[in-house]
């Protein structure tokens, strides 16, 4: 059998050499896994960003919707536009007024009733928002819902939450009551 060639065992040497020097090799181990880590750090961010966003939409909803339970948005004759800048004053600090859609619909007690849908497949509005605030006196079951565009940041990693295309969710509150004659 030949015997290796100088060159060989140089080369060989240097391999070796290399495989056993452990200088700078938390920083190649770094170098690989923070990728992933700055990649998983900024989703769990971006979740509850959104579940947050959720939270204050719902509450403002809700706080909302008390003015017609109560009789006072009814009393003071509000219009569609004031009673969409209560709820912006309740969320704005997160959420932008202008991407805020508001729906108010009064059904007659007792009646079956279908909510419609007011976003067609690629989570377009269809412009079927209405305002229709309870009948004074009436016993009327009235159910407010609101709904964001909420957008994404963290979408082309293979983790996507967008549910309505062009890296947004639609983010949404319902809150239904019966108001009192």
Known sequence: ?????????????V???FG???????????AMVAPLFFALLFAI???AMMFFATQVLETGTQDTARLLLTHQ?????????????NLCGRVQFLLTCSGIY?????????????????FDGAGNATNNFTYQPPAAGSASIVVVRTFYKWPLLITNLGFSLANIGSDKRLISSTTAFRVEP
Do not use: C, K, W
């Open 1 to 13: 059998m030949p015997a290796p060639s100088p060159r060989t065992l140089h080369l060989r040497d």
């Open 20 to 30: 056993m020097n452990r200088r700078g090799s938390a920083a190649v181990q770094f």
């Open 45 to 47: 961010v971006e979740v």
């Open 73 to 85: 948005a009814q009393d003071q004759q509000m219009t569609a536009e004031q009673i969409h800048d």
């Open 102 to 118: 508001l729906d108010v619909r009064a059904y007659p007690a007792g009646d079956a009733f279908t909510v419609p849908t007011l």
């Open 15 to 17: 391999f070796r050499r």
